[in-house]
């Protein structure tokens, strides 16, 4: 159990930095939306169209980070299961 | 009989001349979406930029005289948006534009510094009043104004529309405090300085 969350810590970190430096690692913070340029081919002048798309930001590792280090954390208070013939005390 | 004739055709080249330079009004309510104001502000982690779309107004423009432009541009304020959400709620609140309250971005242009024809464009700077969230001050921006005759219908698709185009491009600096936008705070995490950037075109129909 111990060592499945500190697995479990350890993914959770290492994906959400993954995710975040896939996306460019953009230091910004996150955004629901992304902006894209269009022009006008008759007046030449450019407008931002908003497409709705997540893009992770330093908050991403950042949370990964808090909440990988909060679950292995929790595993400091498992008991470590020890072999059947080793003394207790 | 002669002169009779002479003074007629003198008549109507005169009256020619003053129809082919009449001043026209330019509607900036764009049907096709384009016109926009773009913002820019520094931050220490990711600069803020956002754009608005929501732009109605009229200007007066005469080829001829391009010194007697006057108009106004209103920008609606619940059109600005930026990518972040929290970032958007903050912008639309209480504390910086307050959008509920003040719906409205206005410039009143009150009258043409200077106006030099370059090619295809007249570069000017306007002289007006600017309001926003409530407070007015007056502003000299540089414009640049391109006038495309008979362009109206050929952008919308409708070749029976017969109408001119007058694009305007502008970029300038205002303060922040200058209009009580959270005046003197927030300096750490927000410049104090808002770059602006106008793409506008306003049709004249005839």
């Known amino acids: 159990m111990r060592c499945a969350l500190r697995l479990a810590a350890i993914a959770l970190l290492l994906s959400s930095l993954g995710w975040w430096v896939a996306a460019g690692a953009p230091m910004g913070w996150w955004r629901t939306r992304v902006g894209v340029e269009r022009t006008d081919e008759f007046t030449g002048l450019s407008v931002i169209e908003w497409q709705e798309r997540f893009v992770p930001g330093v908050e991403t590792p950042a949370l990964g980070l808090l909440a990988g280090g909060a679950l292995f954390a929790a595993t400091l208070f498992f008991r470590r299961k020890l072999p059947p013939n080793q003394p207790t005390s | ?206």
């Open chain 2, 1 to 206: 009989m002669t002169t009779i004739h002479r003074s007629v055709s003198l008549a109507l080249i005169l009256a020619a001349a003053g129809l082919s330079a009449a001043p026209q009004t330019f509607d900036f309510k764009d049907p096709k979406g384009v016109n926009n104001v773009q913002f820019h502000l520094d931050a220490p982690l990711e600069s803020i930029s956002g754009q608005g779309t929501g732009l109605s107004g009229s200007v007066v423009f005469d080829p001829a005289t391009p010194e007697t432009i006057t108009g106004r541009i209103v920008l609606a304020t619940a059109s600005l948006t930026v990518g972040n959400p929290t970032m958007l709620e903050h912008l639309r609140g209480a504390n910086w534009l307050e959008v509920a309250k003040y719906p409205e971005i206005v410039f009143e242009a009150k009258r043409v510094q200077r106006a030099v024809t370059e090619g295809a464009a007249i570069k000017a700077e306007v002289a007006g009043v600017l309001t926003v969230k409530g407070v007015s001050k007056e502003i000299t921006v540089p414009v640049t104004f391109t006038h495309l005759p008979d362009k109206l219908g050929a952008r919308l698709n409708k070749p029976d529309l017969k109408g001119d185009l007058l694009v305007l491009r502008s970029t300038f600096a205002i303060n922040r405090s200058d209009f009580g936008i959270q005046a003197g705070q927030n300096t750490d995490k927000v410049s104090e300085q808002i770059e602006l950037t106008l793409s506008l075109a306003g049709a004249a129909a005839r």
